[in-house]
C-alpha cells in the first residue's frame, strides 16, 4: 500500500514540476515575442530612438533595446542572427550579403529616409569657404597619408598649417558612403585621421580643434552649429547649381547638394517575423516616419516612396535592390519601382 501512495505522489511531483517548467517556457516565449533588438548606425540611430519611444507609448509591453556599434556592427549581428534589425546608413555589401545567405539569414531592405554628409572646420577657421570633391579626394585618399599634412598642399594661397583629420571608423556606413562618393572606391581612405563610431565624438573634436577638418551626418552638425563651421562643396557638376552647394535639409531632398547626400535603411531578419511585435514596430515605423523623420533632423521619402516601402515590406521581399553598392545621387522611387 506505502509504495503505491509513494508511487503515486511521485507522478503528481513529475507532473507538477513538467507543468511548472511548461509554464515558464511559454512565459519566456511570449516575453521573447515581445522583444525587438536593434543595433547599428549611428546616423539612424536617432530616427530609430524616436520612433520607438512613440511605439513604448502605443505598446508599452513591448521592449525595444538600440544598439550603436556602427552600420558594419549592425551587420555582423544580424548575420550572427543576434538582432531583428539593423540600421544602416549604407546598402548591404555584397561579402555581407554572402555571409547573411550562408548563415541562413534572409533580410528584407526598407529605406527610411535621407541624410547629407557634411565637412566642417573649427569655427575660427577664417579662410576654408569651400572646398571641391577634387580637394576633399586630394586630401582623403590612401596615398595623402602622411604627406598631405597642411592647408597650403590643399589651395594655393591657404596657410602653411597643420591640417587635422575627423571621421568615422572603418565600420561606419558614413565612412563608407564618403570614400565612395568621394574617392571613388569604399572603404579606400587615408588612416592617419581621428576615428570615432560616436559623431558626438568628432563633432567635439572639431569643435575643440582650430586644425581640424572633418565629416559625419547632417543632423549632428545641426545640432551642434554653434560650436562648427559648414564647408559648402562644389561637385563641378552646373547640372545640379551653379558653383559650391551648401549642406541643408533642403539642398539634400531636392537633389542639389551632391555628391553627399544618401539613403538611410532598415535591414529585417525575414525569419524574426514571427515575433509580431517586430512586424507592429516596422509598420509603426514606416506610418510614423514622415512625421518624426524631420523632428529628428533628417530628411523624410516622398509619400509616393513610403508607399512603395510599405508594399516591399507587406510582400516580405527579400534581398537589396542596391546591388550591394552606394549610387550616388540616386533616385530612390524610380530604383524601387
Same mark, same amino acid.
Given at each position: ?39 547599428? =548606425?549611428? #546616423?539612424?540611430?536617432?530616427? !530609430? @530612438? &524616436? /520612433? ?8 508599452? $509591453? ?109 565600420? =561606419?556606413? #558614413?565612412?563608407?558612403?564618403? !570614400? @565612395? &562618393? /568621394? ?8 588612416? $592617419? ?111 509616393? #516612396? ?32
Amino acid at each position: 500500500m506505502y509504495p503505491l501512495i509513494f508511487s503515486e505522489m511521485i507522478k503528481k511531483q513529475i507532473y507538477f514540476s513538467f507543468l511548472v517548467l511548461l509554464l515558464m517556457a511559454c512565459s519566456q516565449k511570449a516575453g521573447n515575442q515581445k522583444k525587438i533588438e536593434i543595433d547599428g =548606425s549611428s #546616423t539612424v540611430y536617432p530616427i !530609430t @530612438e &524616436a /520612433i520607438a519611444e512613440e511605439f513604448n507609448h502605443k505598446y508599452p $509591453d513591448a521592449k525595444v533595446t538600440i544598439g550603436i556599434s556602427g552600420t558594419g556592427g549592425g551587420f555582423n549581428k544580424l548575420i550572427r542572427d543576434e538582432i531583428s534589425i539593423a540600421d544602416a546608413s549604407r546598402p548591404v555589401s555584397p561579402k555581407e550579403t554572402q555571409e547573411l545567405k550562408a548563415a541562413g539569414v534572409e533580410f528584407i531592405e526598407l529605406p527610411i529616409a535621407y541624410d547629407g554628409l557634411v565637412v566642417t572646420v573649427n569655427p575660427k577657421n577664417s579662410f576654408v569657404d569651400y572646398l571641391t570633391v577634387d580637394e576633399l579626394k586630394k586630401i582623403w585618399v590612401p596615398e595623402a597619408q602622411g604627406k598631405i599634412t597642411k592647408w597650403s598642399q590643399v589651395r594655393a594661397g591657404w596657410p602653411d598649417k597643420e591640417i587635422h583629420l575627423y571621421g568615422p571608423g572603418t565600420a =561606419s556606413g #558614413t565612412f563608407d558612403y564618403f !570614400t @565612395e &562618393a /568621394i574617392v571613388g572606391k569604399a572603404k579606400a581612405s587615408r588612416g $592617419d585621421y581621428t576615428a570615432s563610431e560616436d559623431d558626438n565624438v568628432l563633432v567635439q573634436g572639431v569643435s575643440m580643434d582650430v586644425a581640424a577638418l572633418g565629416f559625419f551626418g547632417l543632423e549632428y552638425y545641426l545640432q551642434n552649429k554653434e560650436k562648427l563651421k559648414l564647408v559648402p562643396i562644389d561637385d563641378n557638376n552646373t547640372s545640379n547649381g551653379e558653383g559650391a552647394i551648401t549642406p541643408s535639409r533642403e539642398t539634400v531632398k531636392n537633389g542639389t547638394y551632391q555628391p553627399l547626400s544618401r539613403p538611410l535603411f532598415l535591414y529585417i531578419n525575414k525569419g524574426n517575423l514571427g515575433n509580431k511585435s517586430l512586424g507592429d514596430f516596422i509598420n509603426f515605423y514606416l506610418d510614423n516616419a514622415p512625421i518624426l523623420v524631420p523632428d529628428v533632423g533628417y530628411i523624410p521619402l516622398t509619400d509616393a #516612396t513610403y508607399s512603395l516601402v510599405k508594399k516591399r515590406f507587406k510582400a516580405q521581399k527579400t534581398g537589396s535592390a542596391f546591388a550591394g553598392k552606394s549610387i550616388v545621387g540616386i533616385k530612390m522611387e524610380d530604383l524601387l519601382k
